[in-house]
């Protein structure tokens, strides 16, 4: 079990930044990519940024390239996501998670099997 814990969400105007952290914990060394995810109400979950657990391979949704940024801290097991330039169109809850179950980098978040409770990111225009 690998146990994943969001943290730095809130409030932003337009244009403005925000980092978002997510510590894990458990069996770690089972994970072999994490990914970081959004849902908006009355919308599907969506895939923003995956990369390997180990670092390396990052990929990006459309919507978000050029404007948001996956890394990990190797040293303590977090991961974090940049985001710049908001928009409205960003507001939700985002997720963090992790799996054992593929090799390839994916943003399809049903094969990801270990999950955060979420936070909130609000975006004002």
């Known amino acids: 079990q690998v146990q994943l814990v969001e943290s730095g969400g809130g409030s932003v105007q337009a244009g403005g930044s925000l980092r978002l952290s997510c510590g894990a914990s458990?069996?770690?060394?089972?994970?072999?990519?994490m990914g970081w995810f959004r849902q908006a109400p009355e919308k599907e979950r969506e895939g923003v940024a995956v990369m390997s657990f180990r670092g390396g391979t990052k990929y990006y949704a459309d919507s978000v390239k050029g404007r948001f940024a996956v890394s990990r801290d190797t040293s303590k097991d977090m991961f974090y996501l940049e985001m710049n330039d908001l928009k409205p169109e960003d507001t939700a809850m985002y997720y963090c998670a992790a799996t054992s179950r593929i090799r390839t980098a994916t943003l399809e978040p049903r094969w990801y099997n270990y999950w955060g409770q979420g936070i909130q990111v609000t975006v004002s225009s």
């Open positions: 458990g069996s770690t060394v089972t994970a072999n990519y």
